[in-house]
């Protein structure tokens, strides 16, 4: 059996440094350049107070490959790619109407549109552990797991001995982003549905369904390629998974017509590609350059489960 060693390696302005990963064989930092690879937009506040505080991960035994390809799979999927650490709520009225079809009719989306506040108070009252007029705004998706509802803010407060109850700010907070995931995962024991590579089990541990699935396939497939060692098994075959993934959300999001069963040639998935991103407002390439990674695992495809 092949021994990860876990090491942390100081930040530097250029280079911030995740923990490294090595085996006999190979050595792999993971730094901020690799998680530029990974996430090229991703806010530098976030990277940095991850990086400051992985010791807390390590504690988690956060400390494998899988391990560590997962954990940056879902908070990838959780925030649009580390970018944001608290839900999008201000919507136009179609929009609104796509994101929460189950939960907003036509006339809430008039009068709820481009508020907020009004909006999550709506889609978030009376769940989640949420009981006073104002408990769906401020226990909105926060943080890098985003933690939602009054009842997950008061767990995970206890379990990190956080006033996140009383203070919910602080659960969207760059400091306290990185301990709120951690112990939600720690809670949720998700580690072992990791070391099985089970994304399926890992999704619904983190978001209670498999809504955002196909989105974190995605995700998995480019930490498999940034955070394995050169040449692994799993660095050689995230490529052709990302591919897939990318296939998959393109059918979910009904812009891939062929079934999953059948392999579409080249030309219809360029196309499905054009399509979507002309519907998104994005130059039509065909191919999956940054700004249409963002569009495809943005977490509003798959907000509905909320």
């Known amino acids: 059996m092949i021994k990860i060693a876990v090491v942390l390696i100081c930040m530097c302005i250029s280079g911030a440094a995740f923990p490294a990963l090595a085996d006999s064989n190979h050595s792999l930092t993971v730094t901020s350049s690799a998680i530029a690879k990974f996430s090229p937009r991703a806010r530098l506040d976030i990277v940095n107070a991850i990086l400051a505080k992985w010791d807390l991960a390590e504690r988690a035994e956060i400390n494998t490959p899988l391990r560590l390809q997962h954990f940056f799979a879902q908070i990838a999927t959780e925030t649009g790619g580390l970018r944001l650490l608290e839900e999008n709520l201000n919507y136009s009225e179609a929009r609104m109407l796509v994101v929460f079809k189950r939960r907003v009719t036509p006339a809430d989306a008039k009068r709820l549109a481009g508020d907020p506040v009004a909006l999550a108070n709506h889609v978030y009252n009376n769940r989640l552990g949420n009981r006073l007029p104002m408990d769906g705004w401020n226990y909105r998706g926060s943080g890098l797991m985003q933690l939602t509802g009054r009842e997950n803010f008061s767990k995970r407060g206890k379990e990190l001995s956080l006033p996140l109850e009383e203070k919910p700010d602080l659960a969207r907070s760059t400091d306290m982003a990185l301990d709120a995931a951690v112990a939600y995962w720690t809670f949720s024991k998700i580690n072992a549905a990791a070391d099985a590579d089970d994304l399926q089990t890992v999704r619904l541990l983190v978001n209670g369904g498999q809504n955002g699935l196909p989105e974190a396939r995605i995700w998995l497939a480019r930490a498999k390629r940034v955070f394995s060692a050169p040449g692994s098994a799993a660095a050689s ?3 052709s998974e990302e591919s897939m993934a990318v296939k998959e959300v393109l059918r979910e999001l009904d812009f891939l017509k062929t079934s999953p069963d059948a ?23 065909g191919f999956v350059d940054d700004s249409t990674l963002y569009e495809l695992t943005d977490p509003d495809n798959f907000k509905e489960f909320q």
């Open 263 to 285: 392999a579409p040639q080249l030309n219809q998935v360029a196309d499905a590609l054009k399509a979507f991103q002309a519907s998104r407002g994005l130059e039509q390439t």
């Open 237 to 239: 075959a995230a490529s």
